[in-house]
């Protein structure tokens, strides 16, 4: 019955009611300790998406524009671990006698590191050039030289002020508890939801790692494959990015064997020699093999290198224990790179929709909707589909169809990737922006209120049409994938996964449209708002039970149970014995 239940039950009202918190906003404002959220909102916004609650008046970059200039950024950059009691200012005189220096940060990462970016890439070459070899001891070290070093102290000096030891950047999201206080120092929903964002996206420092990272796994790669490139994508580049998310890249070698037509004259044509294999799928799997063994035995900072290649996408899973990132690594994965420059886009058309995703994904990891296991949750990518698919369905827009960003596109746009048409224009100022204003909170609620009576045992999502469509199998949560429109991205989420996103859907619907929001007074250190849905599951607050009133599952449940209790007890017997029910 459970399957053929969601999305039947009666559409939940949703009301837009307002309520006036701005005396005690000021009031849990002054009473937090410091100026928390304050401090919080003045960091860095990555590149790529507008800050949350601005337009941004500045022409944005296209995707493929930000990507090669943060490559060409790491090129020249340099990895060092550094000795904990490290002068920074000592530290900078010395390199900068190899070059100026744009750019560096420290961080910790079983140990501490340094990021350094020159000005010219020369100044790198120097650098090696000046580095040495470590002398063999009992375990002999391979002779691989890189872009990862590793820096020693001569005369290592106890001397130094601690207050000039180098200055650490987080690499880390909150804790919960440092999250909750963010939350109920917030004015507003909304303000919350800004807060979850700047708590939890991809600082500057982050996103410089990341690419760095992967020029890194580049130069090993480029060993065997002059003049490939690895690109990252997913998270990391979408602008949906979390801290502490895994770093997805893939080998792409379609640069490679490129030549100059004008040095090819005549009736001649050189090629290089090569061995042939069966199929793409058996090269691909042999180039991973390759790159996996290399990053074993010489890739430093390379651990628990695990070489997946019977997958459908064969993949070299691994650890870059310098940067604590968990990394996978494919090969000519070129849809998985538009599709990351799809949400690129619709993350940086409107400040709402980074905030929203955010939030939902946040919610849905509280409450066990998605994993990092594999198995039959919803994954992230799902979520976020879904959330454009809802913001598409606003009147009016907030973001536009697949389909109207393709009749946008100019011949410069057009792209074919294996057989399927990924066509969409590329220019962010050619799309025009939405009239919509409705607020962030408003949003939250109608999301799950239109998730928790979405029709699911009949529709599927579609974002290139914008549309509920009749799903075309069984499965219970069909989601359509933007390009390989063959596939549903959510087939692996089962009936129970998916009922109990609805469940939990209608259940903060109920929460949010409550008159007070369930908001206890300034004094108190009770959640309220969006910190009350982000609570564990089971946990009750006293002050927040006695207002409200049962969400819609435990009503069905407690008619359920009044319904067994009056048949029981209509069919007590004449002598006052109570007889035994066998309905369920």
């Given at each position: 019955?459970?399957?053929?239940?969601?999305?039947?039950?009666?559409?939940?009202?949703?009301?837009?009611?307002?309520?006036?918190?701005?005396?005690?906003?000021?009031?849990?404002?002054?009473?937090?300790?410091?100026?928390?959220?304050?401090?919080?909102?003045?960091?860095?916004?990555?590149?790529?998406?507008?800050?949350?609650?601005?337009?941004?008046?500045?022409?944005?970059?296209?995707?493929?524009?930000?990507?090669?200039?943060?490559?060409?950024?790491?090129?020249?950059?340099?990895?060092?671990?550094?000795?904990?009691?490290?002068?920074?200012?000592?530290?900078?005189?010395?390199?900068?006698?190899?070059?100026?220096?744009?750019?560096?940060?420290?961080?910790?990462?079983?140990?501490?590191?340094?990021?350094?970016?020159?000005?010219?890439?020369?100044?790198?070459?120097?650098?090696?050039?000046?580095?040495?070899?470590?002398?063999?001891?009992?375990?002999?070290?391979?002779?691989?030289?890189?872009?990862?070093?590793?820096?020693?102290?001569?005369?290592?000096?106890?001397?130094?002020?601690?207050?000039?030891?180098?200055?650490?950047?987080?690499?880390?999201?909150?804790?919960?508890?440092?999250?909750?206080?963010?939350?109920?120092?917030?004015?507003?929903?909304?303000?919350?939801?800004?807060?979850?964002?700047?708590?939890?996206?991809?600082?500057?420092?982050?996103?410089?790692?990341?690419?760095?990272?992967?020029?890194?796994?580049?130069?090993?790669?480029?060993?065997?494959?002059?003049?490939?490139?690895?690109?990252?994508?997913?998270?990391?580049?979408?602008?949906?990015?979390?801290?502490?998310?895994?770093?997805?890249?893939?080998?792409?070698?379609?640069?490679?064997?490129?030549?100059?037509?004008?040095?090819?004259?005549?009736?001649?044509?050189?090629?290089?020699?090569?061995?042939?294999?069966?199929?793409?799928?058996?090269?691909?799997?042999?180039?991973?093999?390759?790159?996996?063994?290399?990053?074993?035995?010489?890739?430093?900072?390379?651990?628990?290198?695990?070489?997946?290649?019977?997958?459908?996408?064969?993949?070299?899973?691994?650890?870059?224990?310098?940067?604590?990132?968990?990394?996978?690594?494919?090969?000519?994965?070129?849809?998985?790179?538009?599709?990351?420059?799809?949400?690129?886009?619709?993350?940086?058309?409107?400040?709402?929709?980074?905030?929203?995703?955010?939030?939902?994904?946040?919610?849905?990891?509280?409450?066990?909707?998605?994993?990092?296991?594999?198995?039959?949750?919803?994954?992230?990518?799902?979520?976020?589909?879904?959330?454009?698919?809802?913001?598409?369905?606003?009147?009016?827009?907030?973001?536009?169809?697949?389909?109207?960003?393709?009749?946008?596109?100019?011949?410069?746009?057009?792209?074919?990737?294996?057989?399927?048409?990924?066509?969409?224009?590329?220019?962010?100022?050619?799309?025009?922006?939405?009239?919509?204003?409705?607020?962030?909170?408003?949003?939250?609620?109608?999301?799950?209120?239109?998730?928790?009576?979405?029709?699911?045992?009949?529709?599927?999502?579609?974002?290139?049409?914008?549309?509920?469509?009749?799903?075309?199998?069984?499965?219970?949560?069909?989601?359509?994938?933007?390009?390989?429109?063959?596939?549903?991205?959510?087939?692996?989420?089962?009936?129970?996964?998916?009922?109990?996103?609805?469940?939990?859907?209608?259940?903060?619907?109920?929460?949010?449209?409550?008159?007070?929001?369930?908001?206890?007074?300034?004094?108190?250190?009770?959640?309220?708002?969006?910190?009350?849905?982000?609570?564990?599951?089971?946990?009750?607050?006293?002050?927040?039970?006695?207002?409200?009133?049962?969400?819609?599952?435990?009503?069905?449940?407690?008619?359920?149970?009044?319904?067994?209790?009056?048949?029981?007890?209509?069919?007590?017997?004449?002598?006052?014995?109570r007889a035994i029910s066998t309905q369920a």
């Amino acid at each position: 019955m459970a399957a053929r239940g969601v999305g039947l039950l009666t559409r939940l009202p949703l009301h837009s009611q307002r309520r006036s918190r701005v005396q005690r906003s000021i009031s849990r404002h002054l009473s937090c300790a410091g100026t928390i959220a304050a401090n919080f909102g003045s960091e860095e916004q990555p590149p790529g998406g507008a800050e949350t609650g601005s337009e941004d008046k500045i022409p944005k970059k296209r995707f493929f524009e930000v990507q090669e200039e943060r490559r060409e950024q790491a090129q020249r950059t340099v990895l060092i671990h550094c000795p904990n009691n490290i002068n920074e200012k000592k530290f900078l005189k010395y390199l900068s006698q190899h070059g100026p220096i744009n750019n560096h940060f420290f961080y910790e990462s079983f140990g501490l590191y340094a990021v350094v970016e020159f000005c010219q890439k020369d100044s790198v070459d120097s650098l090696q050039n000046g580095t040495h070899i470590p002398k063999q001891s009992a375990e002999p070290a391979i002779p691989f030289k890189s872009r990862f070093l590793n820096l020693k102290l001569k005369n290592s000096s106890n001397q130094i002020p601690e207050q000039l030891y180098a200055q650490k950047t987080n690499q880390s999201p909150p804790s919960s508890k440092k999250l909750f206080e963010l939350l109920n120092c917030a004015e507003s929903i909304d303000d919350q939801l800004n807060t979850l964002l700047k708590a939890f996206q991809l600082t500057e420092e982050n996103v410089r790692l990341r690419h760095l990272t992967c020029s890194l796994i580049e130069d090993i790669a480029a060993a065997y494959f002059p003049g490939c490139v690895i690109r990252p994508f997913g998270s990391s580049v979408n602008t949906f990015g979390k801290l502490g998310c895994d770093l997805d890249m893939f080998l792409d070698l379609n640069e490679v064997g490129k030549f100059d037509v004008h040095k090819n004259a005549g009736n001649f044509l050189m090629e290089f020699q090569m061995k042939t294999v069966p199929s793409e799928r058996i090269a691909t799997q042999k180039i991973l093999c390759v790159i996996g063994e290399c990053l074993d035995n010489f890739g430093p900072g390379c651990v628990g290198v695990q070489k997946i290649l019977n997958a459908r996408c064969p993949l070299v899973r691994f650890s870059h224990q310098a940067s604590g990132f968990q990394c996978d690594l494919t090969a000519n994965n070129s849809i998985a790179l538009k599709s990351s420059e799809l949400l690129y886009i619709y993350g940086s058309l409107d400040s709402r929709v980074r905030a929203l995703v955010f939030c939902v994904r946040c919610w849905a990891r509280a409450h066990s909707l998605t994993s990092s296991i594999p198995g039959a949750w919803i994954t992230n990518f799902s979520l976020t589909v879904m959330v454009i698919f809802f913001l598409q369905r606003r009147s009016p827009p907030i973001l536009p169809t697949l389909d109207s960003l393709k009749s946008l596109a100019d011949a410069e746009d057009r792209c074919i990737l294996d057989g399927h048409n990924c066509t969409f224009v590329r220019d962010l100022n050619k799309i025009k922006p939405s009239g919509n204003t409705e607020t962030l909170e408003l949003l939250l609620k109608e999301f799950f209120e239109y998730f928790g009576n979405f029709a699911f045992n009949k529709n599927s999502i579609n974002i290139r049409q914008g549309r509920e469509q009749n799903k075309p199998d069984s499965s219970p949560l069909y989601i359509q994938n933007p390009f390989e429109m063959s596939l549903n991205i959510s087939k692996n989420v089962s009936q129970s996964q998916l009922q109990k996103f609805v469940d939990l859907a209608r259940d903060s619907a109920w929460i949010l449209e409550q008159e007070d929001k369930g908001q206890p007074s300034p004094s108190s250190k009770q959640p309220w708002g969006l910190a009350t849905l982000l609570l564990p599951p089971g946990t009750v607050y006293t002050s927040l039970s006695k207002k409200r009133k049962k969400p819609v599952s435990e009503k069905v449940k407690g008619l359920l149970e009044s319904i067994k209790s009056s048949t029981t007890d209509s069919s007590k017997g004449t002598r006052g014995k109570r007889a035994i029910s066998t309905q369920a």
